[in-house]
């Protein structure tokens, strides 16, 4: 036998073959899908374990509370608002139905607006229109007549607390 083949060498590369093979499985046993490396991902707390189950995605906190270990499932607030906006969504559907029935069905629009002296208008818009009058002359003069009896008292008590000699009101 040559000494390039003898069995010892033989053994050496099928050795060191086997342990190359080895590393590279235990790197990829690290990279591995969850089911190969079990089912829970654990973290240590203060209190005890976090433990995520990798299938459900479910998080519970397990603690040793004295009679043995105990896990938790861990509240799901994103759940819960979840919830809440599809409560809330269909809420707002169900309400919009109900203001959409109680209006009345509106004319269709047509592409001519509405003529300035309002006989293009249709009628809820003639209904919709609010005209204030202005006030009278006889108004005015009564209201003016109020303002100066008013500016007259308003004048007559400060003359009366600066004509007080102790200036107190």
Same mark, same amino acid.
């Given at each position: 036998?040559?000494?390039?083949?003898?069995?010892?060498?033989?053994?050496?590369?099928?050795?060191?073959?086997?342990?190359?093979?080895?590393?590279?499985?235990? @790197?990829?046993?690290?990279?591995?899908?969850? =089911? !190969?490396?079990?089912?829970?991902?654990?973290? #240590?707390? $203060? +209190? *005890?374990?976090?433990?995520?189950?990798?299938?459900?995605?479910?998080?519970?906190?397990?603690?040793?509370?004295?009679?043995?270990?105990?896990?938790?499932?861990?509240?799901?607030?994103?759940?819960?608002?979840?919830?809440?906006?599809?409560?809330?969504?269909?809420?707002?559907?169900?309400?919009? @139905?109900?203001?959409?029935?109680?209006?009345? =069905? !509106?004319?269709?629009?047509?592409?001519?607006? #509405?003529? $300035? +002296? *309002?006989?293009?208008?249709?009628?809820?818009?003639?209904?919709?229109?609010?005209?204030?009058?202005?006030?009278?002359?006889?108004?005015?003069?009564?209201?003016?007549?109020?303002?100066?009896?008013?500016?007259?008292?308003?004048?007559?008590?400060?003359?009366?607390?600066?004509?007080?000699?102790?200036?107190?009101?």
């Amino acid at each position: 036998m040559s000494p390039a083949t003898s069995p010892s060498r033989v053994f050496l590369v099928v050795g060191a073959l086997a342990l190359c093979l080895g590393s590279i499985g235990a @790197a990829a046993a690290d990279s591995a899908p969850s =089911a !190969e490396n079990g089912r829970y991902a654990l973290s #240590p707390t $203060a +209190d *005890g374990v976090l433990r995520l189950d990798t299938r459900t995605g479910v998080v519970s906190t397990c603690s040793n509370g004295g009679h043995g270990w105990a896990c938790y499932a861990a509240p799901d607030e994103r759940k819960a608002m979840d919830d809440e906006i599809g409560r809330l969504q269909a809420e707002n559907e169900k309400l919009k @139905a109900e203001l959409a029935a109680q209006r009345p =069905a !509106e004319p269709p629009k047509t592409g001519a607006p #509405p003529k $300035a +002296d *309002g006989q293009g208008a249709s009628k809820s818009q003639a209904e919709r229109k609010i005209e204030i009058p202005l006030p009278s002359a006889a108004d005015v003069a009564r209201v003016e007549s109020l303002l100066q009896h008013a500016w007259r008292r308003l004048l007559d008590m400060a003359k009366g607390v600066q004509s007080d000699g102790s200036g107190k009101i």
